[in-house]
Every structure is written in structure tokens, then in C-alpha cells.
């Protein structure tokens, strides 16, 4: 079955504890993204990678760093996280780009920061 | 950067009624794309529009993209207790980067 995965669904850490959230596609997606949704604000671009060891940085980089190594997989680093960074986050691919592909949603990881 | 304001922020119908929301952009964009978010789930991929005008419709949702390419919306005719969740609109303005509206929420009371 054709779908995006995220590990974990749900987490709660402290402040200041590297954490990554994984996430995988097996659809052969050259485009990847991360999104943060918050209330009010809808969803938020992260990063993204249009291929692999191509990323680029989206409307709210600070505080995370992605690494694409490998096409499937497109994980997201918190190095040292933060309350404000308590969120529902959610991994996406398409195609070719994001901006004329379809993308396709993981079920989303929420995160809480303490 | 690129800004999309959508609006309502919340709308609730009752059954059977129309529905519409409305997604702004400050700049010309390439295309437009519409997602839906059920409650608790994650936003699933409705429709592009690509040219200047273009009004697409499936079933009872009709897409419009506005002759300047600067804004669209999504209609919903009598809507129905299926259609309830959050309506999302992503804009391009021709690069990767990925800009989504502030999401309409849609209540529809039996």
C-alpha cells in the first residue's frame, strides 16, 4: 500500500532533549516536507528536499535541522527543543515538487515540549 | 514572503446549505491546490487549478481560480455531515516552497 509513515505518532519530551521524528515514503517521491499545524495558523513548511542530499528551508527553518540520505526517508531533528515547539507536525511527499505534484500526508506526530 | 489568507476561519451550516470559502494571495501564483482535513486526520489532496478562471467541480464542490491568479475558492452545494473538517488552500508562487491558508473550519449540524 502506497502511504507516508511517521514515527512516533506521539511524544512527550522535556526541554532540551534532541529528539527526530522519522518519517518514510515507499512511493518513490522525489519531494519531501515537513509541516508544523498550530491553531489559527494552519500548516507551516518546515523544510523541504526535493531530492536526495537537496534540502532547502520552508517559512519556519529555526530550531530544526533534515537530512535526506536516502529517497524514502526524510527525518526531522529537534536538537535542542523548545515549549514553542510543542505542535502537530506532518511529513508529506509528492511526485516531482510540492508545488505541482500532489502531495501526500503521514497521520501526523504531535509533539509535546515541556 | 508569499502570504495566503483564507477566509472564514470557522463557518457552521446546517445541513443542506451552501457553503463557501475563500483563499487570498499577495502575489500572482502559478497554480492552487485544495486539501481536506478530517477531524483528527491529515490533510488529503482535492484539486489543482492551473490556468487563469479555471473552475473545476466534483459533485457538489466547485473550485474557482480567479482570472488574476491571485485568489479561489471552494464552493460546497448542500452540504452534508460528510463534509465536515478543515478545508485547506496551498499556493506557489512557482518555486518548491509550499505556502497553506489558515484553513477553514467547516461544522455542518444535522
Known amino acids: 500500500e502506497a502511504q507516508v509513515t511517521q514515527n512516533p505518532r506521539y511524544l512527550i519530551t522535556v526541554t532540551g532533549k534532541k529528539l527526530t521524528v522519522t518519517c518514510s515514503q515507499n512511493?518513490?517521491?522525489?519531494?519531501m516536507s515537513w509541516y508544523r499545524q498550530d491553531p489559527g495558523l494552519g500548516l507551516r513548511q518546515i523544510y523541504y528536499?526535493?531530492?536526495?542530499?537537496?534540502?532547502d528551508k520552508g517559512d519556519v527553518p529555526e530550531g530544526y535541522k533534515v537530512s535526506r540520505k536516502e529517497k524514502r526517508n526524510f527525518p526531522l531533528i529537534l536538537e535542542s527543543p523548545s515549549p514553542n515547539q510543542t505542535s502537530l507536525y506532518f511529513c508529506?511527499?509528492?511526485?516531482?515538487?510540492?508545488?505541482?505534484?500532489?502531495?501526500?500526508f503521514g497521520p501526523g506526530t504531535r509533539l509535546t515540549v515541556l | 514572503g508569499q502570504q495566503v489568507m483564507q477566509i472564514p476561519q470557522y463557518q457552521h451550516v446546517q445541513e443542506g446549505e451552501d457553503f463557501t470559502t475563500y483563499c487570498n494571495s499577495s502575489t500572482t501564483l502559478s497554480n492552487i491546490q485544495w486539501y481536506k482535513q478530517r477531524p483528527g486526520g491529515h490533510p488529503v489532496f482535492l484539486i489543482q487549478?492551473?490556468?487563469?478562471?479555471e473552475v473545476k467541480k466534483q459533485k457538489r464542490l466547485t473550485f474557482q481560480f480567479g482570472e488574476a491568479k491571485k485568489n479561489s475558492s471552494l464552493h460546497i452545494t448542500a452540504t452534508q455531515t460528510t463534509d465536515v473538517g478543515t478545508y485547506f488552500c496551498?499556493?506557489?508562487?512557482?518555486?518548491?516552497?509550499?505556502?497553506f491558508g489558515t484553513g477553514t473550519k467547516l461544522q455542518v449540524i444535522p
Open positions: 528536499s526535493m531530492n536526495v542530499e537537496v534540502t
Open positions: 512511493m518513490n517521491h522525489e519531494y
Open positions: 496551498a499556493a506557489s508562487g512557482g518555486y518548491q516552497k509550499v505556502t
Open positions: 487549478l492551473v490556468k487563469s478562471g
Open positions: 508529506a511527499s509528492s511526485l516531482t515538487s510540492g508545488s505541482i505534484d500532489t502531495q501526500y
